[in-house]
């Protein structure tokens, strides 16, 4: 693309299109991308980023992938599209099949959804369905944790953490939920007992109103992108049978291999009654998301009023997204996905280690193929957005995180490339006034 039509369609883009959390006429950078192949992305001037950030989290293969571009093909030729009420498909039926043999055992009933977001709006109707059908219909809340971020749509919205989830300003209109303060202990640390006395406290006066205890397990993501011990996870779930409440994991962000496991609950070997999966199920090729529970609860659902569970998306099961999730599982578990996340896992640990040096930096962490630099102060995205761009490197932070997310195709030498640009980026970085600024 020439520098005449980039420039028309950044003029279109500023006049018309409205981005993810900005706001309109903000004149913050943007960067057309042309093509994308492997883990890089071609701008409209022809410079190539390495995508640290695997486009949300969700692009694990790499872009424009044969098996993956193969697979959409092929369904597109049978059909793009049909109504999943009465009616089912072969790629909808295969996925569940997969989805139920692959995930924590015990789940083996399987809704499809259109994103994470709606995928915990599933998740968070079924548990009011549960106790409804269970003749206990006063227990329609929710507790969640702290620094806990589950999605944009409304509910959703109510049991992210009400400061760093981004939703203070809606607070007056979302259900009232409880909350308890975050695990502080890391992840290769036991469970910090006042932690667990403070969830239990919670259970234990709330209980009958309390459907289910919502959480990201061992990692939290958008909400502050920390690491928490296991040992936390397997305890929430004993206090959860103890105190008749339902589990519900959001995996959207940790779900297919992101911690070094396939799922995250891995790491403490429990089966949450409720399962939220998104994000990296299509391999980034189309929105999908999958709600997992147990047959207990379908069959508390189904023996309640009205007998059905009372959601139903358009878009539901679409064979498109079906066929390439498919796809994008079987090519996982072929690849030596665990050895390709460890070499991740180290190289990122050595690529951000001086990171911790630094004045403005209050932590470095990594954990399987997730590495993160929590800074003192915000970022101002305005003025370090570009300088990852003039690196190389494709990397957005949010806050006070600094952090990377590459595809499990990602190669020693790009990663290298990856975490030095982000070290000369952070190190060339100081505090003034409120945020973190270039010091040039």
């Not at 640390?189 to 061992?218: C, F, G, S, T, Y």
């Not at 079906?322 to 640990?349: F, H, K, T």
Request: hydrophobic share 45%; charged share 20%.
């Amino acid at each position: 693309m020439n520098q005449e039509r980039a420039k028309a369609l950044l003029d279109i883009d500023h006049a018309h299109v409205w981005h993810p959390y900005s706001a309109v006429d903000a004149g913050m950078p943007l960067f057309p991308v042309v093509s994308a192949s492997g883990v890089r992305l071609t701008l409209a001037d022809g410079r190539e980023l390495i995508d640290g950030m695997a486009s949300w989290w969700c692009v694990i293969h790499g872009y424009n992938h044969p098996v993956l571009n193969h697979a959409i093909e092929r369904q597109l030729g049978e059909m793009a599209h049909v109504m999943f009420g009465g009616l089912t498909h072969p790629p909808a039926v295969h996925l569940a099949r997969k989805l139920v043999e692959i995930s924590p055992q015990g789940l083996e009933l399987v809704f499809f959804a259109d994103s994470g977001s709606v995928s915990v709006e599933v998740a968070m109707k079924m548990a009011v369905q549960y106790w409804h059908g269970q003749g206990r219909p006063n227990k329609c809340r929710f507790v969640a944790l702290r620094n806990g971020y589950h999605g944009d749509t409304l509910h959703a919205m109510s049991v992210c953490d009400p400061v760093t989830g981004m939703h203070s300003l809606f607070s007056a209109v979302l259900p009232k939920q409880f909350f308890v303060a975050a695990p502080q202990a890391g992840f290769a640390q036991p469970a910090d007992p006042e932690d667990l006395q403070a969830l239990e406290r919670v259970l234990v006066e709330h209980r009958e109103e309390i459907a289910a205890l919502i959480l990201e397990p061992v990692v939290q993501g958008a909400g502050g992108m920390r690491f928490y011990s296991p040992d936390y996870l397997r305890a929430a779930r004993a206090l959860c049978d103890r105190y008749q409440v339902l589990l519900i994991a959001d995996e959207i962000a940790t779900g297919f291999g992101r911690t070094g496991r396939l799922f995250a609950c891995e790491h403490a070997g429990i089966t949450p009654d409720i399962l939220c999966l998104g994000k990296a199920l299509t391999g980034g090729y189309t929105t999908m998301a999958a709600t997992l529970t147990t047959r207990a609860v379908g069959e508390a659902i189904a023996h309640g009023d009205p007998g059905v569970f009372m959601h139903g998306p358009t878009f539901m099961a679409n064979p498109l997204a079906c066929a390439v999730s498919l796809a994008s599982i079987e090519l996982l578990l072929d690849s030596p996905w665990q050895g390709r996340v460890s070499m991740i896992e180290q190289g990122l640990r050595e690529g951000l280690a001086a990171c911790a040096d630094m004045a403005h930096v209050a932590e470095v962490r990594v954990l399987g193929a997730i590495g993160v630099v929590e800074l003192i102060r915000p970022v101002d995205m305005r003025r370090v957005q570009p300088l990852f761009v003039e690196q190389g490197v494709w990397v957005r932070p949010f806050g006070r995180l600094v952090y990377v997310m590459p595809p499990f195709v990602m190669e020693q030498d790009d990663l290298a490339l990856l975490t030095s640009a982000v070290m000369r980026v952070v190190g060339g970085l100081v505090v003034e006034g409120e945020y973190c600024v270039p010091s040039f």
